[in-house]
T-cell receptor, first 118, second 113 residues
Framework: GAVVSQHPSWVICKSGTSVKIECRSL??????MFWYRQFPKQSLMLMAT?????????EQGVEKDKFLINHASLTLSTLTVTSAHPEDSSFYIC??????????????FGPGTRLTVT | AQTVTQSQPEMSVQEAETVTLSCTYD???????LFWYKQPPSRQMILVIR??????QNATENRFSVNFQKAAKSFSLKISDSQLGDAAMYFC??????????FGKGTRLSVIA
């Protein structure tokens, strides 16, 4: 149990376009979703936290108008990178928490999405 | 803010030998959780082991065990009988309740055949 999927696994887009990344919890209800960003050979940096039905809370330094996060259902969260630029190229990882579980503190990770902006 | 420090950017170990990865953290809380995650080349985050801070007993999962020193705020990971498949990035992480995981910078482990 506790499987998280991400789609697409790899996307290439042109500078100035927008790209949407989907994160789904397949066998549990994700009351909270976390979005992380990972540059090559670096650690995971938290971008934002979203609770189902509420606006996302962004970390300091993350542009909320550039990285749009929607968590409209208990199984789906999306991250849209708007007007992407080459510096947005990175590995994006979502993680989900099931608030209804006994160990509700656990976070389950998706496989990640590699974004390349040309 | 809580911080997690991994002072070893890279480590190597001979196959079948034992290696210990270090992690320290800073917190003023008394009840929290600590984790070790493995990130292989596929980049999928894999939970290796978890420790609840209120438990004095060190967590163990097969060949993986931790040395949790709460007063020293230290949380090291010991890998016994290292295997080639253990080669990966290892991240130490801290979690307070339902807040997000906070990760250290990671340690790249190489396993030498």
């Amino acid at each position: 149990g506790a499987v998280v999927s991400q789609h697409p696994s790899w996307v290439i887009c042109k500078s100035g376009t927008s790209v949407k990344i989907e994160c789904r919890s397949l066998d549990f209800q994700a009351t909270t979703m976390f979005w992380y960003r990972q540059f090559p050979k670096q650690s995971l940096m938290l971008m934002a936290t979203s609770n189902e039905g509420s606006k996302a809370t962004y970390e300091q330094g993350v542009e909320k108008d550039k990285f749009l996060i929607n968590h409209a259902s208990l199984t789906l969260s999306t991250l849209t990178v708007t007007s992407a630029h080459p510096e947005d190229s990175s590995f994006y990882i979502c993680s989900a928490r099931d608030g209804g579980r006994l160990k509700s503190y656990e976070q389950y990770f998706g496989p990640g999405t590699r974004l390349t902006v040309t | 803010a809580q911080t997690v420090t991994q002072s070893q950017p890279e480590m190597s170990v001979q196959e079948a030998e034992t290696v210990t990865l270090s992690c320290t953290y800073d917190t003023s809380e008394s009840d929290y959780y600590l984790f070790w995650y493995k990130q292989p080349p596929s980049r999928q985050m894999i939970l290796v082991i978890r420790q609840e801070a209120y438990k004095q007993q060190n967590a163990t999962e097969n060949r993986f065990s931790v040395n949790f020193q709460k007063a020293a705020k230290s949380f090291s990971l010991k890998i016994s009988d290292s295997q080639l498949g253990d080669a990966a990035m290892y991240f130490c992480a801290y979690k307070l309740g339902n807040t997000p995981l906070v990760f250290g910078k990671g340690t790249r482990l190489s396993v030498i055949a």
